[in-house]
């Protein structure tokens, strides 16, 4: 007996250990984590903006009903809109270089991550978007990753999830050997590209957005 509570309390204390960082603090009933995080909301609105929307910020203003808008992502020190107005089809988003340990511009499984990105849809319901991560690379070309970032804004609480792999990687064949054959990229992970994150609005009014730094990896 004594030995099957000895191994009891060995499993417990191994699964707070493997217990991530970001996640110590708890979540809330939103289905994000509670503590600091960088706040961002992506604003629906039915007309083109006016004037000077330039510097820092926590908003970024997309059509409601498209054409898209790309969201040019910077690489800094910490997290700021640049050009919050994505109505003229363009915005500008500096964001801190998620994977600090990558050296070859490839994402990897054990790669560790330097914050976590959770999402969520608000506003009236039905409204939906898309937003696909790319890059251009030194000859001009776009690429697009074979994956997105899709919500609907249904009726009821909205709770967040956790969409860090879709932002932070781009997942696309850029080999021209006729073979489908997809590698996950990193963001930021090669100076010669440009990196964007591709808006598509079908009604919906407002996305938010909650980057959580992980503490341990500071």
Not at 166 to 192: A, C, H, K, M, Q
């Amino acid at each position: 007996m004594k030995k099957i509570i000895i191994l009891a309390a060995a499993l417990v204390l191994a699964t707070v250990i493997l217990v991530p960082a970001f996640a110590a603090v708890g979540t809330t009933g939103n289905g994000a984590p509670s503590g600091p995080h960088f706040n961002l909301n992506i604003i629906g609105v039915p007309k083109e903006k006016q004037g000077d929307m330039s510097g820092n910020g926590n908003v970024i203003f997309v059509k409601l009903w498209g054409p898209n808008t790309r969201i040019n992502l910077v690489p800094g020190d910490d997290f700021a809109v640049l050009d919050k107005d994505g109505t003229d089809g363009n915005a500008m988003l500096q964001l801190m270089d998620p994977y600090l340990t990558d050296t070859d511009g490839i994402w990897s499984a054990d790669e560790p991550v330097a914050y976590r990105i959770y999402v969520r849809a608000l506003g009236k319901p039905d409204g939906f978007m898309g937003m696909t991560t790319g890059f251009t690379d030194e000859n001009g070309a776009d690429w697009y990753s074979l994956e997105s970032v899709n919500l609907t804004r249904t009726k009821g609480q909205s709770k967040f999830t956790d969409k860090t792999l879709e932002l932070t990687t781009i997942y696309v064949d850029i080999t021209d050997d006729d073979v489908s054959n997809p590698i996950r990229y990193t963001l930021f992970g090669n100076s010669l590209w440009q990196y964007f994150w591709d808006y598509d609005n079908s009604g919906l009014k407002l996305l938010q957005m909650r980057i959580y730094v992980i503490e341990s990896q500071n």
